[in-house]
């Protein structure tokens, strides 16, 4: 049974740090592109950071970029997001997804992942 399990997810005040981790298991991923995704309260699920198979290139949205960075330990089958500087507005369920699509460095849709975790809840507090 494929699955992605998030975990590190937690309430912390603003300008703190967390570190999420992405466990899979169930077949290799370590071909796959690899994303976060965010979905808050009331709002559509949007895409965070993709990652390439080897970690040699990543894509963030504008609004994370330079507080958060993803890494991978292949070798693991793990993904890792390190969250800096967090701001109230990144409060929100964070989501781990794979795709066995090429990868490109820029934006992923929803319809475009093949694998889904549960999620992780991040809170942050002002």
């Known amino acids: 049974q494929v699955q992605l399990v998030e975990s590190g997810g937690g309430l912390v005040q603003a300008g703190g740090s967390l570190r999420l981790s992405c466990a899979a298991s169930?077949?290799?991923?370590?071909?796959?592109?690899m994303a976060w995704f965010r979905q808050a309260a009331g709002k559509e699920r949007e895409f965070v950071v993709g990652i390439n198979w080897s970690g040699s290139s990543t894509y963030y949205i504008d609004s994370v970029k330079g507080r958060f960075l993803i890494s991978r330990d292949n070798a693991k089958n793990t993904v890792y997001l390190q969250m800096n500087s967090l701001k109230p507005e990144d409060t929100a369920v964070y989501y781990c997804a794979a795709t066995m699509r090429p990868y490109y460095r820029g934006s992923y849709y929803v319809r475009d992942m093949h694998f889904w975790g549960k999620g992780t809840q991040v809170t942050v507090s002002s």
């Open positions: 169930g077949r290799t991923f370590s071909s796959d592109t």
